[in-house]
């Protein structure tokens, strides 16, 4: 069983910065791939970075590519994502997850376990 917890979230202004962090309580972290997921109200979820068990390869959907950057330490079984130039419509809760693929992958149903999830408020 893993656990995961994010943190990080909070309101911010058009334009600012915010870090995410999730703490993994597993010893074998780096055997995971970890990804961000977000859902905004009456929105499904969706794929937002992923990152491999390294470190080394990292995918980010469209809307956030040169915005948003995913990192991990593996030695504190934790995985970042920062975010910087919010728009309003990345107001969400997001959510990290633990993968057991070999890949960075953006499907949710390949994500085995799930945080409480941060919510993430940027006014215009």
């Known amino acids: 069983q893993v656990q995961l917890v994010e943190s990080g979230g909070g309101l911010v202004q058009a334009g600012g910065s915010l870090r995410l962090s999730c703490a993994a309580s597993?010893?074998?972290?780096?055997?995971?791939?970890m990804g961000w997921f977000r859902q905004a109200p009456g929105k499904e979820r969706e794929f937002v970075a992923a990152?491999?068990?390294?470190?080394?390869?990292?995918d980010y959907a469209d809307f956030v590519k040169g915005r948003f950057t995913i990192s991990r330490d593996n030695a504190k079984n934790t995985v970042y994502l920062q975010m910087s130039s919010l728009k309003p419509e990345d107001t969400a809760v997001y959510y990290c997850?633990?993968?057991?693929?070999?890949?960075?992958?953006?499907?949710?149903?390949?994500?085995?376990?799930w945080g409480q999830g941060t919510q993430v408020t940027v006014s215009s």
């Open positions: 997850a633990a993968s057991l693929t070999t890949i960075p992958t953006m499907r949710p149903e390949l994500y085995r376990y």
């Open positions: 597993v010893r074998t972290f780096n055997t995971y791939v």
């Open positions: 990152i491999s068990r390294s470190g080394g390869t990292k």
